[in-house]
């Protein structure tokens, strides 16, 4: 049955109902319930293969589900058609395409799926700009994307996301290839963007700097979910719970660090 608009805003924004999804003959997610409420900032963890980055592909419509249900906006995702309220960041892409563009253009590029007739009006450039300030990306907007390093290649994509002002931002490991210095402009972009009353579906290995914002963790664990609560205490700058960790000053016969949850 579909809403109606007043029934829609009080439903989550994700929700996910013991959802299953195979990659080739493999069963990767099984059975797993998320959901997402208006203005929630969610992590998403777990060790590595636990099935984070499909979760979050299924969310987008990207990998099937085989079983279970999936609703956006409290729309039955069969029904779903208001992309441009998604902003989502992949995984460890990049933003050449080998096709010569500008950062400016790849951010405007984003901008375009909220435009009207394709034209970037004086709201849609107001917005590129901003976006490309809030990742600290100005001062390359004129650079092409092929001369990019790969931590800025992710703010580039990070800023076309944002460029939509998308309702919800998923983003896969937006961390990954940033360095310190830049982990933190990007926890500042995010903090505004909560404060904006965007909800963040944030994959992430570890919650560093942004683990102020989080509002709650989602654990998976083998493709089920093992947790979904408080984000678990302790877990600092070091990888989450289960996620076999060894320092590199560690004694060679040392056991990896193993914090639980995961593992
Ligand atoms: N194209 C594919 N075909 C078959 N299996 C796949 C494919 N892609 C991923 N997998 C498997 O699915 C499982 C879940 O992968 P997924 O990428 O969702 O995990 P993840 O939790 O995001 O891991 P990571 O932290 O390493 O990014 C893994 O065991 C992986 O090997």
């Known amino acids: 049955m579909q809403s109606t608009p007043a029934q829609a805003a009080d439903q989550?924004?994700?929700?996910?109902?013991?959802a299953t999804a195979s990659l080739g003959s493999r069963p990767v997610l099984r059975g797993v319930d998320l959901s997402v409420h208006r203005g929630e900032v969610v992590a998403l963890l777990g060790a590595n293969g636990s099935g984070k980055s499909t979760a979050v592909r299924a969310v987008v419509g990207q990998v099937p589900l085989t079983d279970g249900e999936l609703s956006l906006f409290g729309t039955d995702f069969k029904r779903f058609r208001s992309w441009s309220r998604i902003g989502y960041?992949?995984?460890?892409?990049?933003?050449?395409?080998?096709?010569?563009?500008?950062?400016?253009?790849?951010v405007s590029a984003g901008r375009l799926a909220r435009s009207r007739f394709g034209i970037l009006r004086k709201a849609d450039k107001a917005a590129v700009e901003r976006a490309l300030a809030l990742l600290g990306m100005e001062e390359y907007a004129s650079s092409s994307v092929n001369a990019l390093s790969g931590g800025q290649h992710q703010r580039v994509l990070i800023a076309r996301a944002l460029a939509v002002e998308p309702e919800l931002l998923i983003m896969d490991e937006p961390m990954a290839g940033v360095d310190l210095a830049n982990q933190e402009v990007l926890a500042n972009a995010l903090r505004e963007q909560k404060?904006?009353?965007?909800?963040?579906?944030?994959?992430?290995?570890?919650?560093?700097?942004?683990?102020?914002?989080?509002?709650?963790?989602?654990?998976?664990?083998?493709?089920?979910?093992?947790?979904?609560?408080?984000?678990?205490?302790?877990?600092?700058?070091?990888?989450?719970?289960?996620?076999?960790?060894?320092?590199?000053?560690?004694?060679?016969d040392a056991e990896p660090l193993r914090t639980g949850l995961l593992s």
């Open 195 to 252: 404060a904006l009353g965007t909800t963040l579906l944030l994959v992430l290995h570890e919650l560093g700097p942004l683990e102020p914002l989080i509002d709650r963790a989602v654990v998976l664990r083998d493709g089920c979910v093992v947790h979904d609560g408080p984000p678990p205490e302790a877990v600092g700058q070091h990888a989450l719970p289960g996620h076999d960790h060894v320092h590199p000053h560690a004694a060679h």
């Open 12 to 18: 989550p924004v994700i929700s996910l109902r013991g």
């Open 89 to 106: 960041v992949p995984q460890r892409t990049t933003a050449a395409s080998g096709v010569p563009a500008t950062v400016r253009e790849v």
